[in-house]
Structures are given as structure tokens and as C-alpha cells.
């Protein structure tokens, strides 16, 4: 049996449901814009990839010690789909599950979770806080320098640009591509 597709404003009023700090929605809506800019890139299901992004840290606020596995709860007895449980899990990889990233959208996910948070950063560091003329040079100094952004682990997203055999400057740069599409909702135009 096909688990019907969720619309973006039920993966919102879930989220929602759970979480009620601003920086943490933010941040969903980051990686929920980062998602569906790579889903469109590779061709996939824009608001599947972007429901995902979304819900990726969906227990952090209320079981910061349990994250994903209360997600993992909480989504199965929701009845959600299989694979959407396994793509939000795998962007916990060495750090909280043991589930590897293994299809692109997982890649993505795991390798832009981080990185959004850096983007973000670096934003909030600029006179205008506008993420329209950032460059991504401005991004990969602030990433080569540890003590800026200092809880953002770059070593997972180092890990994630190899899985994706990617570049992490071409990774930066649709990162904030991504962001540009959906900078009014996240408060940086």
C-alpha cells in the first residue's frame, strides 16, 4: 500500500507541534529551502526533499539528549513512510544513529544540515544581514576558521561533499543559492 504524499502544510504543522523556538523553525526552513533547491537539481520530488528538510530535527527542541530517535517515535506512530524516516535519521550519522546516508537525498541532507547553520552565521555577521550579495568565498573563510561558528561540525560536512563527490565550495555556493530562494521567510534579504 502507497503511503499518501504529505503537503508541505502538514510537514509545517507538525513541525510546529513540536518545536516553538524561532531559531530551530529557522533553521528547518534553511535546510527545507537547501533540500528543495537539490532535489530540483537532481531532478526529484521538490516537496518531498523539502518535507524532509523540514522535519529533519523535528525532536531537538523538546529530546535534545534523544534526537532522531524521538523523531523516529514520533514518526512511526504517525505512520510515515519508510524511507523518509531513514532519510531524516541518516542525517545523524556517527554523531546520534548508525544509519549511513546512502541515496543522494539523504547525501544532501546530511552534508547541508551543518553548513546552513554556518550560512546562517556568516549572514548575521554582514552590516546588512542580507544573504543577496554574499559570496561563497565569505562563507569558506568563515569555515576554515574554527572558532567562528564554533558548534558547526565540518568535518560531517567535509564527509558529506565526499559521499556527494562534490566540492564543499560548489556545495557552498548551492547552499546559498538555495537560502537566496527563500531569504524572506528566513528573515536575510
Same mark, same amino acid.
Given at each position: !500500500?502507497?503511503?499518501?504524499?504529505?503537503?508541505?502544510?502538514?510537514?509545517?504543522?507538525?513541525?510546529?507541534?513540536?518545536?516553538?523556538?524561532?531559531?530551530? $523553525? #529557522?533553521?528547518?526552513?534553511?535546510?527545507?529551502?537547501?533540500?528543495?533547491?537539490?532535489?530540483?537539481?537532481?531532478?526529484?520530488?521538490?516537496?518531498?526533499?523539502?518535507?524532509?528538510?523540514?522535519?529533519?530535527?523535528?525532536?531537538?527542541?523538546?529530546?535534545?539528549?534523544?534526537?532522531?530517535?524521538?523523531?523516529?517515535?514520533?514518526?512511526?506512530?504517525?505512520?510515515?513512510?519508510?524511507?523518509?524516516?531513514?532519510?531524516?535519521?541518516?542525517?545523524?550519522?556517527?554523531?546520534?544513529?548508525? $544509519?549511513?546516508?546512502?541515496?543522494?537525498?539523504?547525501?544532501?541532507?546530511?552534508? $547541508?544540515?551543518?553548513?546552513?547553520?554556518?550560512?546562517?552565521?556568516?549572514?548575521? !555577521?554582514?552590516?546588512?544581514?542580507?544573504? #543577496?550579495?554574499?559570496?561563497?568565498?565569505?562563507?569558506?573563510?568563515?569555515?576554515?576558521?574554527?572558532?567562528?561558528?564554533?558548534?558547526?561540525?565540518?568535518?560531517?560536512?567535509?564527509?558529506?561533499?565526499?559521499?556527494?563527490?562534490?566540492?564543499?565550495?560548489?556545495?557552498?555556493?548551492?547552499?546559498?543559492?538555495?537560502?537566496?530562494?527563500?531569504?524572506?521567510?528566513?528573515?536575510?534579504?
Amino acid at each position: !500500500m502507497e503511503v499518501p504524499k504529505m503537503k508541505r502544510e502538514e510537514a509545517l504543522a507538525l513541525l510546529l507541534e513540536y518545536n516553538s523556538n524561532d531559531s530551530l $523553525i #529557522r533553521h528547518a526552513y534553511a535546510v527545507e529551502a537547501v533540500m528543495r533547491h537539490f532535489a530540483r537539481s537532481f531532478g526529484e520530488d521538490e516537496e518531498y526533499w523539502g518535507n524532509i528538510g523540514l522535519l529533519h530535527d523535528l525532536d531537538y527542541e523538546k529530546y535534545p539528549d534523544q534526537h532522531c530517535s524521538m523523531t523516529k517515535v514520533i514518526l512511526e506512530e504517525r505512520r510515515f513512510d519508510e524511507k523518509m524516516i531513514r532519510a531524516i535519521l541518516s542525517h545523524g550519522y556517527g554523531l546520534c544513529t548508525d $544509519i549511513k546516508p546512502e541515496l543522494p537525498l539523504e547525501k544532501v541532507l546530511y552534508t $547541508i544540515d551543518e553548513l546552513t547553520g554556518l550560512i546562517m552565521a556568516t549572514v548575521y !555577521m554582514r552590516p546588512d544581514k542580507s544573504i #543577496r550579495e554574499l559570496e561563497m568565498k565569505s562563507v569558506l573563510k568563515k569555515f576554515k576558521t574554527p572558532k567562528f561558528a564554533a558548534g558547526v561540525n565540518r568535518e560531517v560536512i567535509l564527509s558529506g561533499c565526499t559521499m556527494l563527490d562534490r566540492s564543499v565550495e560548489e556545495i557552498i555556493q548551492e547552499c546559498i543559492n538555495g537560502m537566496r530562494e527563500r531569504a524572506d521567510i528566513l528573515g536575510i534579504t
